[in-house]
């Protein structure tokens, strides 16, 4: 038994598109910066934004990656209204590989985001514990109303097998 | 005082940069309050960042921080040491442990490569880790690592900025 059952597999290309309902704002930035106690006044303070150049405050850059606030989605029983791919698979844990951003510029407040998802790659492989893992790679891309190329954001969802239905050939 | 007042006026000099150089490293304690406080400023209120009855049923020690703010105090870290006129353009970082309410973590980095930086432009890659203070004090458990940033040197944005 594998976890990259057909139907699995076959979510390799899916793709989801979102796009935010208003311009990024200010605010959002401000409060980022706040809650994470980043006190660099790009995100705060308009004159000190303009003299470095920028048309007007910005957004911690990490921000336009991590929030949902384009999704327009219902908060759901876990407290969760962001985006995912609604994955079930049985007999698993969940957990994160990590992220890879590329950034191309930085948010504007007049920003009206679209992110688009894609699930790039789906793999499977055992682990030295002989587990079965499964890899879901997805990206997203994060662009403006006139097109423009704001972001990417990789990152690698992991399925671990709880417990391994027989002993397999270590490949990890 | 204002919020931003305590933000530094002077940075590195770019143009000094070498391999080898050590960052600033950034240290930050993360209690319940930053956390809501982040699931806010994110729009994500999964109850595992504060539900003290979710992670009891989940059998875990604490709420856990979300992993997503160890990228943002990386560009923190950096964006503090360089000053508004460079622009993290790369970051990459892969988690290795849950940290829980209350912890403390330490950023840190070290420049590996510089490339075309003579008059103080160019670009420098920043290898980094992130790491939960001990109760000693030292660094204990990896929470993200190997974690690594490609940083513009003089210039507030990016090359998307001029398009």
Known sequence: MTLLTP???????????????????GAAGRYFGLAVGDHNP???????ARAQGLADVTAPLTLLTETNQYAGLEINDEGYAGHTWDLDVPNTRQVRGGNSYTFHRRLRPTDVVTATWSIDKVTSKVNKAGAEMLLINSSATYTNQDGELLAENAETIIFVELTPSKPKEDQA | MSWTESYPTEFVD??????GDVVPPLTRTINLTDMVAYAGATWDWHKLHYDAEYVAEKKLPGPIVDGQV??????????DWLGPQSFVKKLDFAFRNLVFAGETLRCSGTVTEVVGNESGTGEITVTMQVVVVDAEGNDGRAAAAPCSAVVLLGTPDGPGASA
């Open chain 1, 7 to 25: 139907e699995i597999a076959a979510l390799e290309g899916t793709k989801r598109v979102y796009t935010a309902p208003e311009p990024f704002g």
């Open chain 1, 42 to 48: 790009l995100y705060s303070d308009p004159a000190y």
């Open chain 2, 14 to 19: 770019h143009a000094s940069i070498a391999v």
């Open chain 2, 70 to 79: 160890y990228g943002a105090l990386l560009v923190e870290m950096i964006q």
